[in-house]
């Protein structure tokens, strides 16, 4: 049973770069969620995507970006990057509904020169 | 004020030490609660949900006041092995029926032999 798979692990991109960030759920898994961890912060939630769809969003501006695919797999995208976007990215998968816990990826380490 | 606010430590507690850690939340409609573990450069865990009556699990023991908006997490008999941080987390996506999890800053435990 393969839990949630995040590619790549490491990445290092340049100011004004465009980033995307990959994500497959666990199985059994519909919905997937986001999130930013900087160093010494706890997870900040960046949006969560159902069917296809962005369901709910956190205070990030527009330069981040998603997507879902019918397999439920998704896409993190950030354009213009700023060095604040150093961070870690967690994806996180789980079924639809309110008390189920999220099962996290290993997340990407993004750094931004 | 903060959505989910916890102390960052570090506590610092000797082996087979009892330890105990608080967290506040703003929404008082929230309905589900987390505590997750957080090791170094790793991914969050859950470590156990948080239910109305409380909940235990071999050392762990899990609480939620409501009246206070506070839940807390007491750790018993404390091994070296739960040197972590623990991130304390409320499910705040009440009204679309969707999750949305929102983290505190995690409290950092260091338990010495």
């Known amino acids: 049973d393969a839990g949630v798979t995040q590619s790549p692990t490491h990445l290092i991109k340049t100011r004004g770069q465009q980033v995307t960030l990959r994500c497959s759920p666990k199985?059994?898994?519909?919905?997937v969620s986001w999130y930013q961890q900087a160093l010494g912060q706890g997870p900040q939630f960046i949006f969560q995507?159902?069917?296809?769809?962005?369901?709910q969003r956190g205070n990030f501006p527009d330069r981040f970006s998603g997507h879902q695919f019918p397999n439920y797999s998704s896409e993190l995208n950030v354009n213009a990057l700023l060095l604040g976007d150093s961070a870690l990215y967690l994806c996180?998968?789980?079924?639809?509904?309110?008390?189920?816990?999220?099962?996290f990826g290993n997340g990407t380490r993004l750094t931004v020169t | 004020r903060k959505e989910v606010e916890q102390d960052p430590g570090p506590f610092n507690v000797p082996e087979g030490a009892t330890v105990a850690f608080n967290c506040t939340y703003s929404n008082s409609a929230s309905q589900s609660f987390f505590w997750y573990r957080q090791d170094c450069r790793k991914e969050p865990k859950l470590l156990m949900s948080?239910?109305?009556s409380g909940n235990e699990d071999g050392r762990f023991t899990a609480q939620l006041n409501r009246a206070s908006q506070y839940i807390s997490l007491l750790i018993r008999d404390s091994k070296l092995s739960d040197s972590a941080t623990y991130l304390c987390?409320?499910?705040?996506?009440?009204?679309?029926?969707?999750?949305?999890?929102?983290f505190g800053t995690g409290t950092r435990l260091l338990v010495s032999p």
């Open positions: 199985s059994g898994h519909d919905t």
């Open positions: 987390v409320v499910n705040m996506g009440l009204d679309t029926g969707f999750q949305k999890l929102v």
């Open positions: 996180a998968s789980s079924r639809g509904g309110i008390a189920t816990p999220l099962h």
């Open positions: 948080v239910y109305s």
């Open positions: 995507y159902y069917e296809e769809e962005e369901r």
